[in-house]
């Protein structure tokens, strides 16, 4: 399977395509390593990583997702099964119903205790899973993060995410086009201290503050409940009626921010960019309620998962760091290639 390629694509511009490679300008997250902190400069993040040959051993691999019934988590999950069965190895996928690590970590504690080859893992929290992972490689499990980090993930055999920063700096863009006049905007998160979803704040926020004709009001946090996005982003526009502009940092911010603004009869005005494409956001889009979607390669993040895990197994030599790409999906694009990295509902 090859790496897709980032593909911008300027609302009302559909004819306009311009690829990039996924790390374009982006800043590797710090790993609270020695060499982060030391004022080194990290080595870049690979953007491919190598599969491994057939092992000759049937591993139990355990998939731990952020939350169930996420449809990025979904897809990831269909990724690392078809990898999976491709190289002869068992993945056993199972997560908390909620993106909450007091409910993520007794999970990780009864995957150690039954002592699986290999854990992938999206962390919930940057702080709070810091130590039941590093215990769970402790006790001998390679341990493989997708998708989300802790503050130093030097336990692990390998980090497997998106290019956060640059899919927040793309989202601005997007804005932009459909809002060239400027105007103000605002960034609907789930709960800070999540490591994917603050580098997509960031590069939002960083974007918004090098264009003088916008104006960054602020960061909501939804805790990843559409109803609760829903409600905010309604008290939002009744202390800002003029917002221009949303940018929902995933799946759950997204549905929440478009119901919100249709709430409040604000279609039309306030443009929703959103960071992930579950059937409900392609809806959303095609109906016109959310303008564009920022979508990552989730399948792809679980095929390296288990790639990076089978490779460790095996003696083999990790790649230690490794960033996907994202498409923007728009209304031009939404029946080609755009439509192409929609999510999964089931495998």
């Keep these: 399977m090859n790496r897709k390629r980032v593909k911008l694509v300027a609302a009302g511009v559909g004819a306009l395509v311009l690829t990039l490679p996924a790390c ?4 590797p997250e710090s790993t609270g390593s020695d060499e982060a902190t030391s004022g080194a400069t990290p080595a870049a993040a690979a953007t491919t990583v190598t599969a491994p040959e057939k092992p000759g ?3 139990n691999i355990q998939f731990l997702q952020g939350v169930t019934g996420d449809q990025f988590y979904i897809t990831m999950q269909c990724g690392a099964q078809e990898e999976a069965a491709k190289l002869g190895v068992n993945v056993t996928t199972q997560g908390p119903q909620k993106f909450d690590p007091t409910l993520q970590k007794p999970i990780v504690d009864s995957i150690v205790a039954g002592k699986p080859d290999a854990l992938l893992v999206a962390p919930t929290d940057v702080q709070a899973m810091q130590q039941p992972l590093q ?3 402790a006790a001998g499990i390679k341990v493989v ?3 989300t980090t802790t503050n130093d993930p030097s336990y692990a055999v390998s980090e497997i995410a998106s290019d956060n920063e640059g899919g927040g700096r793309a989202a601005f863009d997007a804005i932009k086009a459909l809002r060239p006049e400027g105007g103000k905007v605002m960034v609907m998160n789930i709960d800070p201290g999540v490591s994917t979803t603050d580098a997509r704040a960031k590069g939002f926020e960083d974007a918004v503050k090098g264009d003088s004709k916008f104006e960054y009001v602020g960061v909501q946090y939804s805790h990843n409940d559409p109803a609760t996005a829903a409600q905010l982003i309604g008290a939002q526009l009744q202390k800002d009626p ?5 940018f929902a940092t995933n799946l759950f911010s997204a549905e929440g921010s478009a119901t919100g603004v249709r709430q409040a009869g604000k279609d039309g005005q306030v443009q929703v960019v959103g ?6 956001q392609i809806k959303a889009l095609r109906e016109g309620t959310v303008q564009a979607l920022v979508a990552q390669d989730p399948g792809l993040i679980g095929k390296f998962g288990v790639d ?3 490779t460790a197994l095996e003696g083999g030599e990790n790649t230690k760091k490794v960033q996907t790409g994202f498409t923007i999906i728009t209304r031009e694009n939404l029946d080609g290639d755009g439509g192409a990295a929609a999510y999964k509902s089931n495998c």
């Design 24 to 27: 374009t300008s982006s800043k």
């Design 57 to 59: 051993k049937d591993y």
């Design 135 to 137: 215990q769970a490689a």
């Design 145 to 147: 993060l997708v998708d």
């Design 242 to 246: 003029d917002l221009v502009g949303v």
């Design 275 to 280: 960071f992930d494409a579950g059937p409900n």
């Design 308 to 310: 990076e895990a089978v």
